[in-house]
C-alpha cells in the first residue's frame, strides 16, 4: 500500500505561483511514475504532468512552459511548480503513483487561480 499525502494548494491571482508536494510513505519502494491530475466540477480528470523514477517528465501542451514537475527520491516527494497561472488552471489536484499495475491517488487539493 501506497499513501499520498498533498499539500501547497490555495487562492492566487492570475500570473502567480504556487508549488503543489506530495509525499509518499509506505510501499514507497515499489513506485514507478508518480505525477499530477486535475479535475473541475463536471469534467473528467485530466493529466497535468507525470514524472518516472528515472527522473524523465511529460507535460500536457497547456500547461508547458508553465508548470514544472520535480521528484526528490530520497524525501519520497514530487513537486508541481506552478507559474504564470491562469484561472483555467483552477481545479483540484490530484497527485497520483503508480507501482505495477496498481494505482494511488491523494486526497487532493483545490488551486484557484482568479482573474
Known amino acids: 500500500q501506497v499513501q499520498l499525502v498533498e499539500s501547497g494548494g490555495g487562492l492566487v491571482q492570475a500570473g502567480g505561483s504556487l508549488r503543489l508536494s506530495c509525499t509518499a510513505s509506505g510501499s514507497i519502494f515499489s513506485i514507478s511514475t508518480m505525477g499530477w491530475y486535475r479535475q473541475v466540477p463536471g469534467s473528467q480528470r485530466e493529466l497535468v504532468a507525470i514524472?518516472?523514477?528515472?527522473?524523465?517528465?511529460n507535460l500536457v501542451d497547456s500547461v508547458k512552459g508553465r508548470f514544472t514537475i520535480s521528484r526528490d527520491n530520497a524525501k519520497n516527494t514530487v513537486y508541481l511548480q506552478m507559474s504564470s497561472l491562469k484561472p483555467e488552471d483552477t481545479a483540484v489536484y490530484y497527485c497520483?503513483?503508480?507501482?505495477?499495475?496498481?494505482?494511488?491517488w491523494g486526497q487532493g487539493t483545490q488551486v484557484t487561480v482568479s482573474s
Open positions: 514524472i518516472t523514477s528515472g527522473g524523465s517528465t
Open positions: 497520483n503513483a503508480r507501482s505495477g499495475l496498481l494505482i494511488y
